[in-house]
């Protein structure tokens, strides 16, 4: 990866590619820098900068640069600081919403709020959000509290695009009839009355300004010569329109983006502008400094299946380095399995375990591979989230099995009131009274006493809690404890609860632990399982002596390892119906499907040495359906990956019919599933009877016949009838 030194003030083009210095030097006009993964895009942006102060002249005072997060923009500012000189950096390098808070700082006084106004950070917004629904006398549960921040971000930017004028300025007739509001009309009310913004109102607010104050906005387009975004893909509307309007006097906008990384489209993104945007002029940075040319050619193929980007093909002069790897395995114990062999072996190479990710589609997959790693002593973090056995919904779901098994108190004060049934603390503390003075559990305590809360609304949801309980303890001992699981996932109203919550992974997670007691049972002898014994077996994995700290294996979401990179990297689930994900497909049909190989192709450019990408057999919760390899598998072009594992053919024709089936379900007409089978990159030559063919197993044939459309072909490779194969026309080459 390029790296970077202090410079000489007077060299600000010293280390520069050619690209990256025409970029540079680029100042005048509308420019668009289409910088590939690991293409040294932030290099280009700090030798701008100094490129615009020392060779130019321009004051820092005139030139903004936004970026998305405060990490970035600090990183910038350090970076910059050494080119030319710490007192030339102003406070203009930083976040699209650390700009609009200096926007407001000035001119929030003409809206009637205080210069001094309040920014609402997460804990905050929660806190408020609680308040008003104690005040509408709704649940104050996380799940309500996540629901009502959402309903108030839509209702700025679709329901009410003036709620500005509305509901927050001195003289808005919001304060006429307060008890008929909405909840999220009073959580704008509240934030008025104590002059406080959340981060959605710091990007309308500004918009509002620019609109309403004509000063104003000629202000900051006389004030800012220069203006450059930096991850411009993942800029949403508003943005957008905050750029447009600050450069629209001297239209010196420099954007830096690359719409193949663009995988924040499911949360407002807009990479069709930066696709779309009219600039002057568009410079491209090809050239890679993190991978190895093996690994950018997989990466490539992948995402030349795209039809909505701005085409490139990355490059690198880095050394040559191993094939990726494709590994096929049976079932997902043995995925895992695979993957951890992996890093031992290269851990035994000399390579750190911190030098190593593992990267999924979805949080849940983490759970197979957490508890292999475990098994064999390797050191890991969860990186940006929980680790599997931790997670909330999880830790509910084994306390029920728990208190089943035996009286636990600690299980029966987590379940007791989950999902909610009106039986709060002040119910609790009185059921540990009567435990404590009876000498009996509090699961016993409850059903001695549930009468006194008759009358209450908590009394039958009790009730079906202690029948619940009690059918489980007598079905215990004939019940498998997958039957019994699912049986309290549903009864308890926990599986509704997480269906109606619109974090999603928390149900696949739960998903996700009912198949894997499953699969537990499978490699079992009946008579040895029962629910104690899988406690106990599974308490090594929820209370595993875990210490992240130091040298250690990162697991992470695809998503979570943007913008980050590793030696060695391996992509596990590359299941159809897993990545792709059909419930994305689902809800945002071919942009989905674009979307989802986008993050593919984030996946493969994270890796700097060694790739290995797995899938593998079995039956597929989140599609309903058994697993075949993913459709991204079948895109990558013959020859580039190293095939490990015994894949039947036929797999990759269930891959095809799966992707289908799944795209007819969602609408998308998908040239990677109706032109092209695994491994062909969708260019297959057309065969005909006759025709000689080279089969990596079974030698030199000759075409008998042709079938379905061309997509198979009957070979015989002998002198009888007995020799010939039906096969997918993809694993046959033709020959001259």
Known sequence: MQTDTPENTDSVFSGLNERQREAVEATEG?????????????????HRFAHLVNNLGIDPANILCMTFTNKAAQEMRTRIATMVGAGSVNDFVCTIHGFCVKVLRRDIYRLGFPANFTILDEADTEQLAKQVLELHGLDRTKKEVRQLSREVAQFKYAVCPKYIERYMLPDSPRFTNTAAMKPAESFIHYQTLNYCLDFDDLILFTLHLFARFEDVRQYWQQTLNYVMIDEAQDCNGSDWKIARIITALYRNLFVVGDPDQAIYEWRGARPGEFIDWQADATIVLPQNYRSTPEILAVANSVISHNRRRIPKELFTRNPSGTRPVHIHC??????ARAIVREIERLHRDGSAYGKMAILYRAS?????????????????????GVRFFERKEIKDALAYL?????????????IVNTPSRRFGNTSLGKIRDYSRQENIPCYEALK????????????????????LIETARAEMLTTSVSELLNKVLKESGLTRMLRED??????????????SVRHYESRRDPDEISLPVYLQDIAMYTNADHRPEGDCVRLMTIHQSKGLEFDHVMVCGLSEGVFPSHRSLRERRMEALEEERRLMYV?????????????????NVQSSTDKYPSRFLAEIADGLLLHEGKLDPSLW???RMLARAIDAETGITSAATSGGEAGDGGNQEALRPGQRVAHQYFGIGTVVDVERGGLKARVRFGDDAASERSLLTRVLRPLP
């Not at 509308?30 to 700090?46: E, I």
């Not at 696949?508 to 198949?515: A, I, K, R, T």
């Open 30 to 46: 509308q420019v668009r820098l289409v910088a590939g993964a690991g293409s040294g895009k932030t290099r280009v942006l700090v």
């Open 330 to 335: 049976s079932d997902e114990t043995r995925e």
């Open 364 to 384: 849940y997959m983490s759970r197979g591979l957490e508890q292999e790693l475990l098994r064999r002593s390797i050191p890991y973090t969860i990186w940006g």
């Open 402 to 414: 728990r208190l089943i098994a035996r009286n636990d108190n600690l299980s029966f004060a987590r």
């Open 448 to 467: 001695l006493h549930i009468e006194e809360w008759k009358g209450t609304r908590a009394y039958k949801p009790l009730q079906e809690f202690i029948s």
């Open 502 to 515: 619109t974090e999603t992974e928390r149900l696949e997670n739960v998903e996700e632990l009912l198949s």
């Open 603 to 619: 996946a493969v450019t994270r890796a700097r040495r060694t790739l290995c990408l797995t899938e593998s057999e079995g039956y």
């Open 653 to 655: 024709e269930g891959s």
